[in-house]
Structure formats: structure tokens, C-alpha cells
């Protein structure tokens, strides 16, 4: 659907702007006013990660007049494979930093207010509240479920991109038009169910990919041109080169944007709402948690253990903690690995971070293995206090 332009037009171009924008303004559905209307938007860009990086680049390079980037992240070395806003000499440096310093470079007429800070619900009102446009790069649920909840309830559209490996999805949700993130997605997934891309990996190129469809969206939003993928779901796959379209309708029964709203206030708490772990997981870690200090004082002492590595093989093979054994999270779970495992020595798991661990951990106390253990903060726990020379990824 057509939709009416999303902010008036600035009043007047430079001779600088027209210069630098000359190939917009011959553009008959973009124009002169098509362009005025980008130099008066304001467009905040919520992370400046894979995704952030090639929107807020071309955001720039479009000409909108006021950019704002939040994120209280800094850059790491895994960040430059798919990050191009950031160079090695960001490393360290705050990425809503470095991604400013980018965008002056790129364009210098344009504004760039910065938000170094985490975004929660105490602050989400008042820094969306600024902005004629949000769009979103995160990469967590809970935050995409608080960005939906709080665009919504202040009436704003938001242009979102999902991304991992080789494949990844864009819509525009405005809820005053079509349907919001939660007539798609009414609840998150099971913990553990969707790997995140530091844990399933992503294609750096497919950020440019989805970013550059959510700039082609915001743009279209601000300047009223073309049919913007409101009640549309663009789903890309890279290996197959295939885009196809979902229709998405606004649904009736949606509890934040539907005829009968149960949500009419943001969520006291999203991490809780998305579960990092399931109840199961939660009750199995209970007395069965060690730290990766206390695996290596077991190993050291020749403690009969069976150490499982229940990450993904991609993963295994970058880094791993003497001694581990490899099986897949899901091979535990679907209960195939059962027989792999040794009754007679006390099994301790770990992953990543500990959700995934923490989950199989509660299928192994399911199956009868009652003394099995996970590591709380698995491997990056255990390069972090014993052995930082390992690669983080």
C-alpha cells in the first residue's frame, strides 16, 4: 500500500546538497521534495552492528538530516568480517563512537546525535520519542520485542532486519497501518531454540544485503514514494539468490496492537519475558553448576570426568577446552547421544556461554544422569580465568 510521506520537507536545499544529492533529484518520484523530506527526518538506527553498519552508511550517503545511533557496545576483532562501519583501528573503541566517526567521513552534512548507552525500558520512550523513524539492527529478542512495544505505543514505524548465516528476513511494522512485530511473532521462541548468529555464524555480506533493504524502506517511508513492506515479509536466501514475499496481516487477537490490548505498557522485565533459560534448565542448574575455575582444579586433580562440548562442530573448531568431547546440543536433546555417554563418570557439560549447556543439562538430569554438572559461562569463561591466549569468537 501506498502510504502519505512521513515527515514535511526541509525548506530549502544548498548548492552543496544539490551537488552531492544530484542523483536523487533527477529521479522524478524522489525529486527535489523527496530530498528536502530526507534532510528534515531524523532516523535513529538501534545498534550499529552488522546491521547498522551498511543502514546507517547509506542512510548517510542519502542525505537524512538527523542520524541517531544507540549502542553501548564496543568493537572487537569478530566484529570487521561483516561490520564495515568499524576499521581495525576501532577496535576498543565505542562502537556508537566509531560508527559516528564513519558516518562524518561518508557525509558531513549530515547531523549525528549519539546514545552510548544500553537501550531499556527506562530510556526507550524518551530517546524513540525524538525520532520520525526507528530502525532496527539488534540481535536479541528481547530487545526486538521492547523496540516493537515501545514504537507502537508511541505510534512510530520501524523498519526490521533479521539475519543468520545465509539467510535473512525485513519488514516495515507500523501498527497504525498493518501489523507490528508481535501480530508475526506473538511470542519468542523456546530458549535455546534459535542459535544467535555468535552462535550459528552469519555471511558478512548478508548484513549489507538486509541493511540496504531497510534503508530502501526507510526511505520510502520518508519521503512517501513506492509501497513500503508494511503487512509484507521479505525473506532472502543467499545461497539460492531467491527473494520471495509472506503477506503478514494485522492480527485482531495481538496483544499489544489488537482490538483487545493486554499489553498496554512496556514489560517490566524482556530478558524474562524471552526466557534466557527454560523453567527445566533453570531447576537443573540448581547445585549443579561449577565455574571454569573449578573444572580445571578438577582435571588438574585427575577428577574421573566426561567433559561435553555441546556446541556446534563450526564452532569446536575455532576453540575448545582440553579435553572436551563433541556433541551437538541437539543430539542430546533429541536424546540420540544417550548412548554415547558413560554411566560410570560424572559428566559435565558446556558451550558457549552456558544456555545451551544449561539446557541439555536438564534432558541429561531427565534421562537418570543425576550427578551431571554444566559450566556457567562455558567457554568464554574459561579463556576469560585460564587461558586468554585462546581465540575468542
Not at 547531523?111 to 527506562?122: G, K, P, Y
Not at 532486519?161 to 508475526?184: K, M, N
Not at 547445585?287 to 569446536?316: M, N
Amino acid at each position: 500500500m501506498s502510504l502519505p510521506p512521513l515527515v514535511e520537507p526541509a525548506a530549502e536545499l544548498t548548492v552543496d546538497e544539490i551537488r552531492r544529492y544530484s542523483r536523487h533529484l533527477i529521479i522524478p518520484d524522489v525529486g527535489v521534495e523527496g530530498q528536502k523530506r530526507l534532510k528534515n527526518a531524523r532516523v535513529l538506527c538501534v545498534g550499529a552492528g552488522g546491521l547498522g553498519s551498511p543502514a546507517l552508511m547509506y542512510l548517510a550517503a542519502a542525505g537524512v538530516g538527523t542520524l541517531g545511533i544507540i549502542d553501548f557496545d564496543t568493537v572487537d576483532e569478530s566484529n570487521l568480517q561483516r561490520q564495515i562501519i568499524h576499521g581495525v583501528s576501532d577496535v576498543g573503541r565505542s562502537k556508537a563512537e566509531s560508527a559516528a566517526a564513519s558516518i562524518r567521513e561518508i557525509n558531513p552534512l549530515v547531523n549525528v546525535e549519539i546514545h552510548n548507552t544500553a537501550l531499556d525500558r527506562d530510556n526507550v520512550r524518551e530517546i524513540f520519542s525524538s525520532y520520525d523513524l526507528i530502525v532496527d539492527g539488534t540481535d536479541n529478542f528481547a530487545t526486538r520485542y521492547m523496540v516493537n512495544d515501545a514504537a507502537v505505543l508511541l505510534g512510530k514505524p520501524y523498519v526490521w532486519g533479521s539475519i543468520y548465516r545465509f539467510d535473512g528476513q525485513a519488514s516495515v511494522f507500523w501498527a497504525e497501518h498493518g501489523p507490528c512485530y508481535r501480530c508475526l511473532y506473538p511470542e519468542p521462541p523456546p530458549p535455546g531454540m534459535v542459535p544467535s548468529c555468535a552462535e550459528g555464524g552469519v555471511l558478512g555480506v548478508l548484513c549489507a544485503s538486509i541493511g540496504s533493504i531497510q534503508v530502501n524502506e526507510a526511505i520510502k517511508l520518508l519521503a512517501g514514494i513506492g509501497e513500503p513492506l508494511v503487512g509484507r515479509l521479505m525473506v532472502y536466501d543467499a545461497l539460492e539468490m531467491s527473494y520471495r514475499k509472506i503477506k503478514v496481516r494485522k492480527d485482531p487477537n495481538c496483544a499489544l496492537c489488537g482490538e483487545n490490548p493486554t499489553v498496554t505498557d512496556l514489560l517490566e522485565d524482556y530478558e524474562d519475558f524471552c526466557g534466557a533459560v527454560s523453567e527445566e534448565a533453570q531447576e537443573a542448574v540448581v547445585d549443579s553448576t561449577i565455574t571454569a575455575v573449578e573444572l580445571k582444579e578438577w582435571q588438574d586433580a585427575g577428577k574421573d570426568i566426561f567433559l561435553v562440548d555441546v556446541r556446534e562442530p563450526a564452532e569446536y573448531e575455532i576453540v575448545r577446552i582440553p579435553g572436551a568431547t563433541l556433541i551437538p546440543k541437539g543430539e542430546i536433546l533429541s536424546g540420540e547421544a544417550l548412548s554415547k555417554l558413560p554411566q560410570d563418570r560424572q559428566i559435565v557439560l558446556h558451550c558457549k556461554s552456558g544456555v545451551r549447556s544449561a539446557e541439555a543439562l536438564a534432558a541429561l538430569k531427565a534421562a537418570g544422569f543425576s550427578d551431571a554438572v554444566h559450566v556457567q559461562g562455558g567457554v568464554l569463561s574459561w579463556i576469560k580465568q585460564i587461558d586468554p591466549s585462546l581465540p575468542a569468537y
